[in-house]
């Protein structure tokens, strides 16, 4: 007795502390999964060093029309000199040589510029990039994040289910002890009972695999307790009536699309390239100007020369020289190559919106059918159920009512969740990288 005593004693002090702890874990919510994935994407962070490594290279371009400062410096030794040399070294057989050679570019036909302009369309299609690796992480987090909820809610339904069913047991137990019912009815109930709990635990399981895939998309600790927000009915009676233009969809994704911007980005950057193989082939015009010591040791200003001009610098556009315009050509046809893929993609994202549009008019198609199905169903469980405790009624009867009720509402449950997964498949494929709730 004094054992018992303490057990309680034990399980009535640590319960609060139970129930404090398990109001300590948190509900997270859509808005939150979202802002931990894309905060510690890895992929995102690659993405501003890229734009960081474009910028620099823009600093590189902006010293092309500097000067270029080189120095050299040569000591050697002669077995004898020539008059030239003995004139500026003396009877010494050692020369020391230093110069220092500036050479400016002064006019390059805009190459310098079409150059710039390439890394800032670079920088362009880099965000492009970045937006297009938003749209699909949020569409992979909140795909799963639905994922979820429609496992989340078939446990539920089969919880409901099992208490309905061991009511039912409960009753056939009572009409059995009366003599109304057989051992038989009890049998059957038992395994309607047992078919029940492994339906659950299989979707147990599918839960903690649910979950594990939220968490390696959002970056969250394999310790870290959470729960998620349920907002499924919410979102679907807010949405459930909105009107779908696919034409609005069309010009959406033409104007806003990332894939195709990045398309449109890269036959620019290509046009570019193409204009700076032509320019490649005009004549560079540039200055230069050299300083020279030479003596037969270490100079202090002795025998300085010094030489100035400027020069055009041309390569003849013949044989090797000619290779600028194979170059173009290979541009013009990068340019047609990226057009039809633009194309392709275009194509291919309004088959995807064709599609998901058909699909959502047969999931509320579907929704509906089983909301009247679930109706009809609970109407029949509980006339059987009235008729079976009145000794009238067949189990089987009760428990057919009961299993077509509880598979109807999990299908309702699933084609609910479907309809908000399609609705952000149709966000994705519109090319928005903003979240879709």
Request: hydrophobic share 35%; with cysteine.
């Amino acid at each position: 007795m004094i054992r018992i005593f303490f057990v309680c004693l034990v399980i009535t002090s640590t319960f609060p502390l139970y129930l404090f702890a398990q109001q300590d874990i948190p509900e997270l919510s859509l808005v939150q999964l979202l802002d931990s994935a894309l905060e510690k994407n890895y992929l995102l962070q690659a993405n501003e060093q890229n734009t960081l490594i474009s910028q620099a290279e823009i600093e590189i371009l902006k010293t092309d029309y500097q000067p270029v400062i080189s120095t050299s410096a040569s000591f050697s030794y002669w077995k004898f000199l020539l008059p030239n040399k003995q004139r500026l070294l003396g009877n010494s057989l050692t020369d020391m040589y230093t110069d220092v050679s500036v050479r400016q570019t002064i006019y390059d036909w805009g190459a310098n510029r079409v150059k710039r302009e390439q890394v800032e369309d670079e920088i362009m299609l880099n965000e492009e990039v970045r937006r297009q690796l938003r749209n699909t992480i949020i569409w992979g987090v909140a795909d799963a994040y639905f994922g979820f909820l429609a496992v989340e809610s078939e446990i539920e339904v089969y919880l409901n289910s099992l208490k309905q069913l061991e009511s039912h047991l409960q009753y056939a137990e009572s009409l059995y002890k009366i003599g109304k019912a057989s051992s038989i009815d009890m049998l059957k109930t038992e395994v309607q009972i047992s078919v029940e709990r492994k339906k659950l635990h299989k979707a147990q399981n599918d839960l903690v695999r649910q979950k594990i895939r939220i968490k390696r998309l959002c970056y969250l600790g394999d310790d870290e307790l959470f729960e998620i927000e349920n907002i499924s009915e919410t979102l679907y009676s807010r949405l459930k009536n909105k009107l779908i233009s696919p034409s609005e969809l069309y010009d959406r994704v033409m104007q806003n699309h990332p894939l195709l911007n990045a398309s449109e980005q890269e036959v620019l950057m290509e046009m570019k390239q193409k204009e700076v193989y032509r320019l490649q082939s005009n004549p560079e015009i540039y200055s230069f100007g050299t300083g020279s010591w030479e003596h037969g040791y270490i100079p202090f200003g002795k025998n300085f020369n010094y030489n100035v001009g400027a020069g055009v610098r041309y390569t003849i556009p013949l044989w090797g020289g000619s290779s600028y315009k194979s170059k173009m050509m290979q541009s013009d046809y990068r340019v047609e190559q990226l057009n039809n893929e633009r194309e392709q993609a275009y194509t291919d994202i309004r088959k995807e919106i064709d599609i998901a549009i058909n699909t959502i008019g047969d999931i509320k198609t579907e929704i509906i059918n089983n909301e009247r199905i679930i109706d009809l169903a609970a109407e029949t469980l509980s006339n059987a159920e009235v008729r079976y405790q009145g000794g009238q009624g067949n189990i089987i009867d009760v428990l057919d009512a009961q299993s077509i009720l509880t598979e109807t509402t999990i299908a309702r449950y699933k084609s609910t969740i479907e309809y908000l997964q399609t609705m952000v498949l149709l966000h994705y494929l519109a090319g928005n990288d903003d979240y879709p709730f």
